[in-house]
C-alpha cells in the first residue's frame, strides 16, 4: 500500500464492481464540485451561518468516504460535533483551511487517477 496518496479508491472500485465509467463519473463528480463546496464552507463558516454548514459539511461527507480520503475523517468529526454542540467554534476556519489544503492535493491526484482511466 502506497502511504503517499491522499486517496484510496478501493471502496468506490469495490462498489462499482470496477466499472471505470462510474469511476470516471464519480472522480470528474469530485473534481468539478468539490472547490464549491469548500468555497461554500469558508463563506457560511465565516458569516457564522451554522445550520448551513452543518447540511454543506453532512452532504460533503460521503463524497470525501467515498474517495477514500480517510486523512480528513477527524477534522470532519470536529467539525461536525463542534459546529452541532456550538463549541470551539473559532477552530472552524482552522479546520475548513485544512480540508481544503488536503482536497486540493486529492484534486491533483484524482486528475491524474482520471486521466490513467481514458
Known sequence: MKTD?????????EASAGNKKFIKSMIETFIN????????LKETSHNKNWAE???I???????????????????????????????FLEKVPE???????????ALVELGNELKSLT
Open 53 to 55: 454548514f452543518r447540511k
Open 57 to 87: 459539511m453532512h452532504k460533503f461527507k460521503p463524497t470525501l468516504a467515498m474517495m477514500g480520503i480517510d486523512s480528513l475523517k477527524g477534522d470532519v468529526v470536529s467539525l461536525e460535533t463542534n459546529v452541532k454542540q456550538g463549541a
Open 5 to 13: 496518496r491522499l486517496t484510496d479508491l478501493s471502496y468506490l472500485n
Open 95 to 105: 479546520l475548513v483551511l485544512n480540508i481544503e489544503k488536503v482536497c486540493d492535493k
Open 33 to 40: 464540485q468539490t472547490p464549491g463546496i469548500i468555497k461554500e
